[in-house]
Structure formats: C-alpha cells, structure tokens
C-alpha cells in the first residue's frame, strides 16, 4: 500500500523467563524503480508538478512529509521500471515524430512506489494504480500563455486518439500500453489482456 520502512517487535515468555527482540530495518518497497528520461533533450516533452502533500516521501514512508520531501517538487512522481520507462520514452519519441508535439509528464511512480498521499491523510484512495512504476499520466500541452496544465477534455479526447494511432501503428509498441482518458489528462497502463502481459 506504501512505501515503508518497519519492524517487528517480539516478546517471547517460557518457564517464567522473558525474552525481547526487535529486527532490523525492514524496507517495504518496489526495487529497482527509475526516474522517466526525456527523449530530444527534453526541448519538446515536460515534466509538470504538484506539492509536497501530493507526492509523499522521497525516502521510505515518515510521517513529516514536508521535511521528507524538503519543499521539492516535479521530480519525485516520476519513476517507473526499467521496462516500461524504455516504452514510455520510444512513445514519446514517436509521439513528437509523428505530431510535431510535446506532451506533459505528470504522476508515474513514488521512488520507492507505493500510493500516493493525494489527500494528506495517508488514506489508501486516488491514484492506487500508480504504486508498482508501471503507469504514468500525461497531458496535451498547449501553446497558451499561461501554459495550461489541465487541458480541456476535447483536448483530452484528441491526445487519445492520436496516442491509440501510434501505439497501434509502432510493433515496440503494439500490445503494450492502453491509453484512457481520465477527465483533463490520459492515464497509460499496462495492457494485462491475455497475451499482451510479459512479467515486466
């Protein structure tokens, strides 16, 4: 449910004697998580951001996420796993080929994976789909001034079309990702359809 850092307590009783125990730090997280490269120098593709509330802890779960996240933000919600950051990254590519456009990056992962704490209260509710690195959401980008970071459901709806065309059309990418519109953004997932699911 979230990345954490525990450990185990024992108290033994036998024969009128008492023993006590306590274990190692136990890391509860998913291994091996890297933070999303952009392709083309990152001229054309960005990253947008959110708050420390947002994102949770940059370390294994504590309670005080202002001090855990040190007031940075745009960088912690960006990791995925090696797999699917590699397909994200050939997508992206092929996206700014074929439209001659970016795209914002916004919520993939937690670097340690795990959910993220939307409300501040650290109830297990939006974004459970983004604990394990392998779904990201992104956005159209508009050239407006101020740049919208919410774009329109039209907006929304056209990014869908254009990523299902290429997602179709690129053999890397046939099968692997499933691209539905959640209100203002695209939420990319895995596509678990049988014979679709690697593993990875």
Same mark, same amino acid.
């Given at each position: 449910?979230?990345?954490?850092?525990?450990?185990?307590?024992?108290?033994?009783?036998?024969?009128?004697?008492?023993?006590?125990?306590?274990?190692?730090?136990?890391?509860?997280?998913?291994?091996?998580?890297?933070?999303?490269?952009?392709?083309?120098?990152?001229?054309?593709?960005?990253?947008?951001?959110?708050?420390?509330?947002?994102?949770? *802890?940059? &370390?294994?779960? %504590?309670?005080?996420? /202002?001090?855990?996240?040190?007031?940075?933000?745009?960088? !912690?919600?960006?990791? $995925?796993?090696?797999?699917?950051?590699?397909?994200?990254?050939?997508?992206?590519?092929?996206?700014?080929?074929?439209?001659?456009?970016?795209?914002?990056?916004?919520?993939?992962?937690?670097?340690?994976?795990?959910?993220?704490?939307?409300?501040?209260?650290?109830?297990?509710?939006?974004?459970?789909?983004?604990?394990?690195?392998?779904?990201?959401?992104?956005?159209?980008?508009?050239?407006?001034?101020?740049?919208?970071? *919410?774009? &329109?459901?039209? %907006?929304?709806?056209? /990014?869908?079309?254009?990523?299902?065309?290429?997602?179709? !059309?690129?053999?890397? $990418?046939?099968?692997?990702?499933?691209?539905?519109?959640?209100?203002?953004?695209?939420?990319?997932?895995?596509?678990?359809?049988?014979?679709?699911?690697?593993?990875?």
């Amino acid at each position: 449910m979230f990345a954490s850092k525990e450990q185990l307590y024992t108290t033994v009783s036998s024969g009128g004697c008492e023993g006590f125990a306590v274990s190692q730090p136990i890391e509860a997280k998913i291994q091996g998580l890297q933070p999303i490269i952009l392709p083309l120098g990152g001229l054309v593709h960005s990253f947008v951001g959110g708050t420390c509330k947002h994102y949770g *802890a940059t &370390t294994p779960w %504590s309670p005080n996420k /202002l001090a855990a996240c040190n007031g940075v933000t745009g960088t !912690s919600n960006i990791y $995925l796993t090696p797999f699917r950051e590699n397909l994200l990254h050939q997508l992206l590519f092929a996206y700014a080929k074929e439209w001659n456009a970016g795209l914002y990056i916004n919520d993939a992962s937690l670097p340690f994976g795990g959910a993220f704490d939307t409300n501040g209260d650290w109830a297990y509710k939006s974004h459970s789909n983004h604990r394990l690195g392998l779904d990201v959401d992104i956005a159209l980008k508009e050239n407006i001034s101020p740049i919208s970071t *919410a774009p &329109t459901n039209i %907006s929304g709806k056209t /990014l869908k079309r254009k990523l299902d065309s290429i997602i179709l !059309s690129d053999p890397l $990418l046939k099968g692997k990702w499933v691209a539905s519109l959640h209100k203002n953004h695209i939420h990319l997932k895995p596509n678990f359809k049988t014979g679709n699911w690697t593993g990875k």
